[in-house]
């Protein structure tokens, strides 16, 4: 059997950081997001796998070639033009012959999910999907079912009209024939493969596989900072032989480190951190709760807490991203209360003694001047003076 990986978004919400990369690529724990599914399919017993690409596919293409470093097989399906799951998954057609199982490349999961909707397809007629439950239903696919019959798929309903916490986990295992069906569901735009498993469902001709293990997602740019300390806490932290931290530094157990890192005297790391490959972090500096891309510099003395701080960005001396809750606006839609202590686009600088308050997302090559204070959203390649 083999697998369909859907790698093809670019993942707008998470702007900065997907302007340079597929969301896929976004790293969680040092190893992009569509690793960790890598690693999860090939932990199912699974060794040919379809990755369909699209948006920046050459980033996805380039890191993971022909698949022979994870000892898999890949080939590459693409989407020229990102218009739904369920397109997305048409471009597989040519590679598939017989059963597969499809997935996303954006969730870590626990390999049992890939392994459950298996084993049913194999058991049952029915095409298959996993589900899982979680704390804030209305913003995926909520399904309901009787018994293992899968009855109806909303996608983010209301709160008001949600009645259950199970979800699409987005696992499925399917038949070839799905294409053909796929090509003859309507749709006024986009096409989402829900679609189709809606009309499946109608018919009771699919089959619900509960699972309670991993599963994270990465919707918002505050998630990549959670799921990066959750995969560190549950997998433990990957350290690179040649990083390297100063005896008089302190580098929590939880941390993270890429190749060539290098800790200087008295800086402290906390734990849920990962820093990326030749990251450095200077005398004194504090740095907890963050995702730190590779390339990039924390200079002596500055703080740096639940954060983001992306590939060759410069946080100055005695900078201070203070960390915490704040109120966040994506897409016209107000996030209230959200942990993250700010956002820092790729070569991003920031001079000395700058303050960046909770919640501030600082777009690509952004320029702060020292002493400056930050407040909310920057635009790439703007540059703050202070005062």
């Known amino acids: 059997m083999k697998a369909v990986i859907l790698a093809a978004g670019e993942g707008t919400r998470l702007r900065p950081l997907t302007l340079a990369r597929p969301k896929p690529m976004l790293p969680v724990a040092n190893q992009p997001l ?20 699209g948006y920046e596919r ?48 954006d969730r870590i999961l626990d ?25 804030e239903p209305t913003n995926y696919g909520v399904v309901e079912f009787d018994g293992r019959q899968v009855t109806s798929i909303e996608e983010k309903p209301p709160t008001h009209a949600v009645s259950a916490d199970t979800i699409n986990a987005g696992v499925y295992a399917l038949e070839e024939s799905i294409f053909d069906d796929l090509r003859s569901s309507e749709t006024d735009g986009e096409l989402a493969i829900t679609t189709t498993l809606r009309e499946y469902a109608a018919r009771g001709d699919l089959t619900a596989v509960r699972f309670d293990g991993l599963w994270l997602d990465v919707s918002y740019l505050w998630d990549l900072v959670t799921v990066n300390a959750q995969v560190i806490d549950q997998f433990g932290a990957p350290r ?27 800086a402290v790391v906390l734990p849920g951190t990962a820093l990326g490959d030749n990251v450095e972090i200077g005398a004194n500096a504090t740095v907890s709760n963050a995702v730190v891309l590779p390339d990039a510099t924390i ?5 740096v807490k ?54 501030s997302v600082l777009g690509n090559e952004a320029d702060v001047e020292s002493g400056a204070v930050v407040d909310g959203y920057v635009e790439d390649g703007a540059v703050v003076r202070r005062g």
């Open 58 to 105: 050459e980033r996805i293409q380039s890191y993971f070639g022909d698949g022979d470093d994870w000892g898999i097989d890949i080939e590459y399906a693409v989407q020229e033009k990102q218009l739904g799951t369920g397109h997305a998954l048409l471009q597989a057609e040519p590679y598939v012959d017989g059963e597969f199982v499809a997935l996303n490349g």
């Open 34 to 53: 569509l690793e960790h599914v890598v690693d999860a399919v090939r932990e199912a017993g699974i060794n040919e796998v379809v990755f369909v690409v």
């Open 111 to 135: 390999p049992s999910a890939v392994s459950k909707v298996v084993d049913a397809h194999r058991d049952r007629s029915h095409s298959v999907m996993a589900v899982t439950r979680v704390e």
């Open 299 to 303: 200079k002596d003395g500055a703080v």
């Open 240 to 266: 690179g032989d040649s990083a390297s931290a100063h005896d008089e530094s302190t580098v929590a157990d939880a941390v993270a480190l890429g190749g060539d890192v290098r800790v200087r005297p008295s």
């Open 306 to 359: 639940d954060c983001i701080v992306g590939a060759n960005a410069s946080v100055g001396p005695n900078t201070t991203i203070e960390g915490g809750n704040a109120d966040v606006v994506v897409d016209g839609e107000v996030h209230e209360d959200v942990r993250l202590g700010g956002v820092l686009g790729d070569n991003t600088s920031l001079g000395g003694a700058v303050a960046v308050a909770p919640g």
